[in-house]
């Protein structure tokens, strides 16, 4: 028997060029982007997220889901000065198993940190989805809360972002697609309205 009989040719399987979500990449992104100016860094493997201010500051996101760093991320960009000096930012928070009326109040907070998350997942080729973050509660009107984040984010777009949204979208529309400037286009593709 040949060398080659009996063996058949291995099936090549083709390669993507799509970037895998990793959040391990949005700590070392995060940290070239943000570290000098704002002396924060991003840290995964928490229970639940938290901001702690200090030396450095730590935006502390869930396990190492790529979703819940965006999203920490996004609280981040919507927090003043004076707020980012505060443990989690100093907001008001319920845990899952809200009423209704707490829920509502929750999802009032969430419309701009929703936007610019969905917005972070445009830059960086991700699906998003909105979150209610209430699977023992009340979760409210998922498609009236969804409509209202989109809506959001569509007004950033056309008004413009700010400078630590813009920053934050540029750097990763840079690692993952090489290509910054298609947000608009992007936002389109990965806003996933509830059925």
């Known amino acids: 028997m040949s060398e080659t009989q009996g063996w058949s040719k291995a099936a090549t399987i083709p390669q993507s060029t799509t970037k895998v979500h990793r959040s391990a990449d949005l700590e070392v992104l995060f940290r070239a982007t943000f570290f000098h100016d704002y002396a924060t860094v991003l840290v995964g493997g928490a229970l639940e997220p938290v901001y702690l201010p200090g030396s450095p500051h730590r935006i502390c996101y869930t396990q190492d889901y790529f979703r819940s760093a ?13 707020r980012r000096q505060l443990e989690d930012y100093g907001y008001w928070y319920a845990p899952d198993g809200r009423n209704a009326e707490q829920q509502a109040q929750f999802a009032s907070v969430e419309v701009l940190p929703q936007a610019y998350e ?21 979760g409210g009107d998922e498609r009236g809360f969804a409509i209202r984040v989109y809506e959001r984010a569509e007004a950033l777009l056309a ?20 290509d910054p400037s298609s947000l608009s286009g992007s936002f389109q593709q990965i806003f996933h309205f509830p059925l």
């Open 70 to 82: 965006l999203h920490e991320i996004a609280h981040w960009c919507v927090a003043g000065d004076a």
């Open 118 to 138: 969905a917005l972070f997942c445009a830059a960086c080729g991700h699906d998003f989805r909105v979150s209610l973050d209430n699977l023992k509660g009340d």
């Open 159 to 178: 008004l413009g972002l700010p400078e630590r949204v813009e920053r934050w979208c540029n750097a990763l529309g840079k690692h993952y697609s090489g």
